[in-house]
């Protein structure tokens, strides 16, 4: 008689331990780097250059947030870095037209928002892959931002707003924009793990069809992980409107790359069905410390892409070695 | 000793929080058909996952040949000549059927593939096989028994030694079943050994010639098949007599809970009607391809309907989508668990409440204690062998997992409940799980149809049959006046 099989147990201790597992493992590779980077270079570790990581990488945490939910899904959501740029453009075209700063976001949060929601209703109604649907929001939208600046920066925005880039907090002497950062995840993350919204991004992930017949209204799921993932991109755009003062059309070009590469690090994988937020955080922050500390060490912009490039295929590479095992 | 093809001996392997395996002994002759039973997760495809490369051993010795081995692939175990078709079918859906047969072995023509020769050996398999398909078309366009057809044609090409079957009849109709006897009469001729695993205990007598009876991972006894009996079978399967096989209730019969009028859906539905009613269970009996699974998703709403109505207890209700039809509650337990009923990589208890959210979320927010309540329960009721609730669903017995299938529907109230297959690869004990099951919702005034292939189940628990054949309702049986000659004849009435 096998007593395990005779009496089931309540306790989550598997799964428990594989998502702890996922963070440790991903919290361990950025540990390593720290100290690598260190002993190259004992600047690495100085509190300014920690808050210049933590920085540089906010927009990619944020969007690869969002950019998590989709994959979990088994999706992709390849129009955020033409998002970050438009929904900036918005809400700058929109303080410039003289709007109170939080009237001009909440614009270009919606407009974020109405991209994402586009894009799922052309993949849930329209049928499209979302490969094809958001690569061509993607191109449609950066030429909207274009065609919107005529290709020039809006600058001169008010300072109201351009502190929730940079400018320190009186918390921990951190910038407003880690906060926000912080929050988000904190929201964000909440949602994919405790809420209903949550269970059936992964079930659709896991399998569509079990989910759509167990009752689960898949389409209005779907469109609303396309709608926080362009949401979040939005958010993303306000921060780094902010941090340089003006929008650009040409903002975030290539960063939906560098939020999959984030997810991927952090446990997601583009078959669907897993991913989690705190995984997602640590992986973006170990591309961040990768490209920060690669530069303090004085390495060439071209050998950094490489490494980065070996870095995402050798993360995904030990995962699946280790899930396998 | 030297006759044998494989010896498996003192075989243990374990997975956490399970012993699949203790010290079990196994061996094939040349020229046998050797099955292998036991309960739902009592290792029977642990045991040949490990002698096909699949899985490697804890403890033991694996000898093929007289040669010991060590699989570490199935690859390795394949170049011994050993083969197995899985439980759960494992095709490409998007390849055709011939390139699924020969994938991994296609015919080389320097280094492009040979279109043409391996077109013209599919077919010559299916036409072995007696199945008349064109070997160019896609999988994805089979339905389950078709596919089980390609996955024993598959076996079957690879001229292996040994072919492991793990369940190979439980989507397939009578005629295909007929037709794999066949074949495996001649494979015995020609010096085959075949291990041939099955809940399905009636065909044994047709095929086995010996008979290994596993009970939660430990041996209880190898027996010629001639000097037993199916009750001993069982006795050993279950550790206790079963008393009976299909524990029918007499209930009063009331009124129509639910009726289909005229519906007709795609191509494999034409004008189907028929009632559910009180106190009755209703079976739905036919040939696999005859509509029935097309009938019950079409009025789930998981497909689409050209025409017809719906009724639940006299007035007319809509439905379009899986949603409304759960709403209204009418549920619908799918055929095909891996495709359509199971979240595969989810824990047991997210699959269980995955349609119950509304029970265990408040503002949105889940509550996974209520979760993990409503599973255990789930477990509790329908004796699921788990280590944890939250084990992943795939590494539960495929039997235990069709559990889970038929649990995630029990948890709300519902008017008529559906069930397509609903004992599919399901042990004789926990078959009688759930006729009992179907007792209770019966007795409680539930709507009850389920719809079948196996002949002996639908005359055993069904009250009233509705016999389906190319798309429409061919009879309409009491109980009493059926039989399986009178449903064949129904069954194919256009054919
Ligand atoms: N990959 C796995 N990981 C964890 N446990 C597993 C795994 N595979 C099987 N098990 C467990 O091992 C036991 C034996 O499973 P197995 O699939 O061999 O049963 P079975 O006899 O084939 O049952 P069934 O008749 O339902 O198919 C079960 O308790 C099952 O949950
Ligand atoms: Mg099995």
Redesign the interface.
Known sequence: ??P??AK????????MSRQTRQIVSTAGALLILAIVFTIANPNFISSMNILNILKQATPIIIIAIGQTFVLITSGIDLSIGSVIACSGIVAAICMRAGLPVWLSMTGGLLFGAGVGALNGVLIVYGKLPAFIATMGTMTTIRGLALFLTQGIPIGSLPKTFTQIGTQRNWLLNVPNQVWIMFILALIFGFILA???????T??MG??Y?????????VNRTLIIVYTISAFLAAWAGMIMTANVISAAPTAGDGYELDAVASSVIGGASTLG??GIVPGTVLGALVIATLRNGLNLSGASPFIQKMIIGIVIIGAVFIDRFRRTD | MGDFLAELIDISKSF????AL?HVNFDLKAGEVHALVGEN?SGKSTLMKILSGVYTKDEGKIIVNGQEVEFQNPRQAQDKGICIIHQELNLCRHLSIAENIYLGREPNRSFLVNQKKQIEDARKILKRLDVDLDPTTRVSELTVSKQQMVEIGKAISTNAKIIIMDEPTSALTIKEIDELFKIIHVLKQEGHGIIYISHRLDELASVADRVTVIR??QHIITMDYKDTTQENIIRYMVGRELKEKFPRIKTHIGETIFEVKNLTAGKAVKNVSFQVREGEILGIAGLMGAGRTETVRAI?G?DKKESGKLFLHGEEIHIH???D???AGVF?V?EDRK?????????VY?NAT??N?EKV?VN???N?KKE?AIA?EM??ELT?????????VKNLSGGNQQKVVVG?WLVKPAHVILFDEPTRGIDVGAKVDIYNLMNDLKEKGIGVAFVSSELPEILGMADRIVVMCEGRVTAELDASEASQEVIMQYATQYM
Do not use: W
């Open positions: 008689m096998n395990a099989a089931p147990t309540i306790h989550t201790r598997k799964k405790k809420t209903k919204v949550g269970r059936y992964y079930a896991s399998n069809e079990a989910t759509r017949l167990s009752g689960v209204n069905g897993e | 956490p929080g399970v012993k203790d997760g939660d991972g789930f998981a989508k899986p949603v039809a759960i709403e619908c799918p495709r359509d009923g199971l979240c595969i990589s989810m824990p997210q995955l349609p959210m979320t949105g927010i889940v996974t993990i255990e477990i509790e699921i062998k788990t280590p944890t609730v939250s084990q992943t995630k």
